[in-house]
């Protein structure tokens, strides 16, 4: 069975691919569906949703356009979810493949120092790291990947600890391979699929962490994302329930869609697992 | 040329005492927005600092709603005929806090020492003060070298708050360990601060006016969310919000409920103007032709309406209209997003990103601030917001790191207190976030500022702050953007509060609780 086939088999998944597909697309398209920008006053303010044709979603305490803001907000979103995942991955995945290959007191230093990071709460260090640095995207960015790559370093280092007793690698190694080289081309490449599982959820995991964030007032001012904008409107929550409801729903959808489509990759990457489950 | 009379107050004692009978003790829950910094009143001068330590340091006077001093630590006062020396008497029995005589070497230690050094806005005034002299323990005389129409009104507590000499004298007044436990003279005592929580004051019981204060016990609640804080008065948990301390779309839905009485009085002498400080020394902001631009690029009507729900006023340059000698005598810039465009194009502006430092006090002035970014970016300025918090945001203010930034200052009943201290170039200090921040030079003006500052003829500082006014609002060295209007909302059970001028910043002395 295909890949493909065997991740279609989880209607989950594919309903999660379809969500996905289209908060990228939206994302992608802001700029020709908004041009004016999310932070344009447009309106009166407190317009409720489903009032106005050319505003479905109101607006909010400035009269700025909620659709506006939705659509901006998810690319914002998306692009910190995806980059900080990115970082995580580039600082976990090698140092948990270094720790598992050579055990011993790399193996030793590289796990007393990501249980460092572990011991604290994510979301305190999240906070800390972006409070000392000043709320950027950036920052915000670097903050999240700082906070996620622990897992990733775990979960490598037990997938190549594994991996490197196995017989194919006895043979490059008996082949007179590299140590490097046998890690890089023999052992990580069938570690892949756990660590592609993993990030699809640490992406909406760092969806959620902005959100967080930027909701308790410590995101970039000068970027509309979905937490801002219900970080904004809870001063208002009881006379405007539309402005923390939308963002909401879709920090729901998307993060849900990023769940589901780990879920079906981890089908399909695992066919086994899938039966002795059900 | 006669009407510097010779005039003396006298306060028989029983004559305030209002008809109603008082009910004696009880607590009361404040709001302060945000954390003060410290409480010590003579280090620190901002709205939540004052609110708080207003209780616990005083001055020699007080003013009511129309400005009229009013006895506090000074019982009686009497002005030359010449306008060049006033003598104070103080009120008899008054003790520090932790038990100390309060005496006239106070009064001299606190404006000639402590506050010359710490104070730059009342060094200004204190700049036509010749001598400070204690001729006895209750008599304090301030020599002035030249007359200063608006000397009477310095005496108020944020101005010139009595600082105990015997707890300061020859330290390092910054860094004075006490400065965390503050001993005023005031009607409530220090008791606790619990950082992020609350700061607790209790009756002082040898409070030189018998019977006062009514309250046992005050506690000013730090509640960092404006929803909450809401919601907070709702439960009852709260009784009294401070002006400012609730969102103002909150503000009609909390007035409305039962037993809930609101007031606008009690911010007269401060008379709240709000603007945004432009860095005149660098770049664009320094080419007059940008500031300007900047004031037709924003629509301050819509901010009134919108993020002020209306309160307010929009303002026409540095004086407030509340005050004396208002003019709107000077060039109106009304929203005209073409005219910032041509002013901008004329300049050559090359598009050099601007930062923008809002006023950390909460949404409203967030929202203001993406407001003002995104006119401005509707004109061709980009804006970058910096966010920061209140400590953050003195700093920067303090050490001209900023381009813009928000604020709003108040003005004391008198341009000459309140608003020459932001525009004559011999306010330009580092370090404080009050005086000329915005780096300003206009040596005319400020040779107008002082002669309308100490002439003695009321229609000729009109006549010289008109003219003052008109200039100075051509040359735009900050945004002038509304006259703030802030409604203190309370539980009508709480007697009494607003008295003065000042408002609840001293308030709590005459404060009660209907049991």
């Known amino acids: 069975m295909s890949f493909w086939k065997r991740f279609a088999t989880n209607r989950g998944a594919v309903i999660g691919l379809i969500i996905l597909l289209a908060v990228v697309t939206i994302a992608i398209l802001a700029p020709v569906i908004y041009p004016g920008g999310p932070w344009k006053m447009v309106q009166r303010p407190f317009l409720v949703p489903f009032t106005n044709e050319a505003l479905p979603l109101g607006t909010d305490t400035l009269g700025r356009n909620v659709a506006a803001g939705l659509v901006h907000g998810a690319r914002v979103s998306l692009l910190v979810g995806l980059v900080s995942t990115v970082m995580a991955l580039l600082i976990g995945v090698p140092l948990g493949a270094l720790a598992g290959f050579y055990g011993g007191y790399v193996d030793e230093g590289a796990m007393r120092f990501t249980e460092f990071f572990q011991t604290i709460p994510n979301f305190a260090l999240a906070i800390v790291l972006v409070a000392i640095l000043q709320p950027t995207l950036g920052s915000i960015t670097l903050a999240i990947a700082i906070v996620s790559w622990p897992p990733v370093a775990r979960l490598v280092r037990a997938e190549v600890m594994s991996l490197k007793r196995r017989e194919f690698v006895e043979a490059a190694h008996l082949a007179g391979l590299s140590n490097i080289r046998i890690l890089v081309s023999e052992v990580l490449p069938n570690a892949v699929s756990p660590i592609i599982v993993m990030a699809s959820l640490m992406v909406a995991t760092a969806i959620l962490l902005e959100s967080s964030l930027s909701f308790l007032g410590l995101g970039d001012p000068n970027i509309m994302s979905w937490g801002y904008m219900i970080g904004a409107a809870r001063t208002v929550i009881r006379s405007a329930w539309w402005l923390s409801f939308f963002p909401g729903l879709a920090i729901l959808l998307t993060v849900l869609a990023l769940n589901l489509i780990g879920e079906g990759l981890n089908d399909a990457f695992n066919p086994h697992l899938k039966k002795g489950r059900t | ?515």
């Open chain 2, 1 to 515: 040329m006669n009407f510097l009379k010779t005039t003396t107050f006298l306060i028989a004692a029983g004559m305030a005492q209002p008809l109603l009978a008082q009910d004696v003790g009880g607590r009361i829950d404040i709001v302060v927005q945000p954390e003060p910094p410290s409480l010590m009143l003579g280090l620190v001068q901002n709205g939540p600092t004052q609110q708080v330590a207003g209780d616990i340091y005083e001055s020699l006077l007080r003013y009511n709603t129309d400005l009229e001093p009013q006895p506090s630590l000074a019982k009686s006062w009497d002005i030359s005929e010449d306008g060049l020396t006033y003598t104070f008497q103080l009120q008899e029995g008054v003790k520090w806090h932790d038990g100390e005589p309060f005496t006239s070497a106070d009064v001299v230690f606190s404006a000639d020492v402590f506050l010359r050094e710490t104070h730059a806005r009342l060094r200004s005034s204190l700049a036509y003060v010749a001598s400070i002299e204690a001729p006895d323990d209750l008599t304090v005389v301030f020599k002035l070298r030249e007359p200063f129409g608006p000397f009477i009104g310095i005496f108020e507590g944020g101005t010139m708050p009595m600082i105990p000499k015997h707890i300061y004298e020859g330290t390092d007044f910054a860094n004075n360990e006490m400065n965390a436990t503050p001993i005023g003279t005031g009607p409530f005592k220090f008791e606790s601060w619990e950082k992020g929580s609350f700061i607790h004051l209790v009756k002082n019981e040898d409070y030189y006016l018998e019977g006062k204060p009514y309250l046992d016990e005050v506690y000013y609640r730090v509640i960092p969310d404006a929803a909450s804080r809401a919601v907070a008065f709702e439960t009852g948990e709260v009784d009294v919000l401070p002006g400012g301390s609730v969102e103002n779309w909150d503000v009609p839905r909390l007035t409305e409920m039962e037993n809930v009485c609101s007031t606008g009085k009690g911010w007269e002498f401060f008379a709240p103007h709000s603007w945004m400080w432009l860095n005149n020394r660098e770049g664009a902001m320094a080419d007059v032709r940008f500031r300007q631009a900047i004031m037709y690029a924003m629509d301050r009507e819509f901010v009134r309406d919108v993020v002020w729900n209306g309160f307010g006023k929009v303002a026409t340059g540095p004086v407030s209209s509340k005050t004396n000698f208002y003019s709107d005598d000077v060039t109106q810039y009304n929203y005209d997003p073409d005219k910032a465009k041509a002013l901008l194009a004329e300049m050559e502006y090359d598009g050099t990103p601007i930062r923008l430092l809002p006023l950390p006090y909460g949404e409203t002035w967030q929202r203001w601030a993406e407001a003002v970014r995104q006119n401005l970016s509707e004109v061709g300025i980009e804006v970058q917001i910096d966010a920061t918090d209140v400590a953050g945001w003195n700093e920067k203010v303090a050490q001209w790191d900023y381009d813009m930034a928000f604020t709003y200052l108040y003005q004391y009943g008198d341009p000459a207190l309140g608003v020459s201290r932001n525009y004559v170039e011999s306010q330009i200090e580092k370090g404080s976030p009050w005086n000329n921040v915005e780096g300003y030079r206009n040596p005319e003006l400020d040779a107008k500022w002082h002669t309308a500052a100490v002439s003695p003829n009321p229609d000729e500082r009109t006549e010289i702050y008109a003219q003052i006014q008109k200039e100075i609002v051509d040359d735009v060295p900050v945004a002038w953007l509304l006259e703030i209007e802030f409604p203190t909302i309370y539980n009508c059970n709480v007697q009494d509060l607003v008295t003065t001028g000042t408002g609840i910043s001293d308030g709590l002395r005459d404060a009660w609780i209907k049991q």
